[in-house]
């Protein structure tokens, strides 16, 4: 949609690369660990050796099918290898294996909230996912000045599935959600770890836009985008290549008939995009089918039977939620996003307790709070779900209120242990409903006015009286209190 503001439309396609969750490569046995010193995890196959012959990874096809399933791709009954060709120092081989053009998931969609109204939904189509092997990673001294590089190449022949959309996104905002919402499918298949800092996740953007004028829609040259390191990276790349290529066509009239595609890379830094070079097109790649490769054949039987085993996707598990636990939308959509550990861990709060909506509001208030605090996640989190449904629990039965019960809920963190044990550390003492109303009926005594307040029809009055109770008596329950003194100054009147 064009505006005063924005008078072009932003054209949008991604190229998502995920490593696949695998403990050894594509085509060999060599460690997928990150973090190992330079160059140790490496072997004739992976170097690219004379003589050296791949052997396909099992486990690797079998995570991108599963993520073909939940994208909605059609699986075809074969897929094979090809040798993508170009020269980096960064791959040994001069050739990349690849897929090109029979690959293993072929369409499919992904659905998102529009960040223009979250109320709406957008389905952004897929062209294609496709296995390949990672190349290795180029390290330039640029800091020293002395112009050195090195390179290690671990990374060579990591498994890797290339997701590609179609270009169907309108905005960086949508991008940065499209990310968002595959990054969350990807962990709850648990094919990805997606940790970007560590290249488990990388992302190009293929940008251009449309202008309209006089009666006419004008296309801009496609620009891809790379060194983005973040999605927040992404979309502040896109928003602002969108502005400098406006201001490119303002100045030079160029269109998508009078360019070909360029790479840009996304300077963080300095917030702004730079040319690297022009865009190799795919006969530039000369690519051609892998003879050491057999073509994967994939059983009907085999795709059915994944398709049965796949988890439970986060679209569904916020339905299921809402539906279950009777929580809002948008208490369901923050507890899925947060992952499946945390979507688990609401659940044993929530039947544990009797008290849904409670554990959702606690969650989202304390426990997701003090875990960023501390930076862990909820696998290493102090409070079991088990101990703060006892908690909960007691809240829903009166026995402690909400101030007491967080008093608890800090020791438990703190000291650990039970709820009793912390409760008894704390001197928490459940309070005589005959004590509550023998302080009720003082501090009305003490306090006219407060009685006088509510008998007009001013029922918040009475909320001053709480915080002189609670000074008397740190135990007495606010809401007990508050009944006992409305009925005391109503059987009195």
């Excluded at 109204?117 to 092997?133: G, M, P």
């Excluded at 599935?161 to 499209?178: G, H, N, Y």
């Excluded at 939308?329 to 861990?345: H, K, P, S, T």
């Excluded at 740190?474 to 109503?490: A, D, G, H, S, T």
Aim: glycine residues 6%; charged residues 25%.
């Amino acid at each position: 949609m064009l505006s005063v503001d924005q008078p072009y439309e932003i054209v949008i396609g991604l190229e998502v690369h995920v490593q696949l969750r695998t403990t050894t490569k594509l085509f060999c046995r060599c460690a997928t660990q990150f973090g190992a010193p330079p160059n140790t995890n490496v072997c004739p196959v992976c170097l690219g050796m004379p003589g050296a012959l791949p052997v396909i990874n099992e486990h690797a096809v079998q995570l991108a099918l599963q993520t073909g399933l939940a994208l909605g791709s059609t699986i075809p009954p074969m897929t094979k290898w090809d040798r993508k060709q170009y020269f980096y120092p960064d791959l040994p081989k001069g050739y990349q294996i690849s897929q090109f053009d029979l690959p293993i998931c072929d369409g499919g969609h992904l659905t998102i909230a529009d960040p223009a109204d979250e109320s709406q939904a957008r389905t952004i189509r897929l062209i294609r996912a496709h296995l390949e092997e990672d190349a290795g990673k180029s390290m330039h001294d640029e800091a020293n000045g002395r112009a050195d590089s090195r390179i290690d190449l671990n990374r060579c022949g990591t498994p890797l599935l290339e997701i590609v959309s179609q270009p169907d996104m309108r905005s960086a905002a949508e991008a940065k959600a499209f990310l968002t919402e595959l990054k969350l499918l990807l962990t709850y298949l648990d094919v990805s770890d997606c940790e970007m800092q560590e290249g488990s996740l990388r992302v190009d953007a293929n940008v251009n836009l449309k202008i309209e004028k006089a009666g006419d829609t004008i296309a801009t040259p496609i620009v891809e985008i790379k060194n983005m390191n973040s999605f927040r990276a992404v979309e502040r790349a896109i928003a602002h290549e969108a502005q400098r290529q406006y201001h490119e066509w303002e100045e030079t009239g160029l269109t998508i008939k009078d360019r070909t595609k360029r790479t840009f890379g996304w300077d963080d830094a300095a917030e702004r995009t730079v040319p690297q070079r022009e865009k190799e097109e795919a006969a530039d790649y000369r690519y051609l089918p892998d003879p050491d490769l057999l073509p994967i054949c994939l059983s009907t039987e085999t795709v059915e039977a994944t398709r049965a085993a796949l988890a439970e996707f986060p679209a569904v598990a916020r339905q299921r939620l809402q539906a279950d636990y009777e929580i809002k939308a948008y208490d369901a959509d923050v507890i899925v996003n947060q992952g499946r550990g945390v979507v688990e861990y609401f659940e044993a709060v929530a039947k544990g307790s009797g008290d849904a909506r409670r554990a959702s509001s606690w969650i989202q208030q304390d426990v997701l709070r003090t875990m960023k605090e501390q930076g862990v996640g909820i696998g290493d989190f102090a409070v079991s779900a088990d101990t703060l449904a006892e908690l909960l629990g007691q809240v829903s039965a009166g026995k402690l209120d909400n101030a007491r019960a967080r008093d608890v809920f800090q020791h438990l963190l703190e000291k650990g242990g039970s709820v009793a044990e912390a409760i008894k550390a704390l001197g928490i003492e459940s309070v005589d409903a005959g004590e509550i109303e023998s302080l009720c009926q003082e501090l009305l005594d003490a306090n006219p006015q407060v009685v006088e307040d509510v008998r007009g029809g001013k029922m918040q009055a009475i909320g001053s009286l709480i915080g002189q109770a609670k000074k008397k008596n740190p135990n007495v329950n606010p809401k007990q209190f508050r009944e006992i003194c409305l009925q005391l100054i109503q059987s009195a009147g």
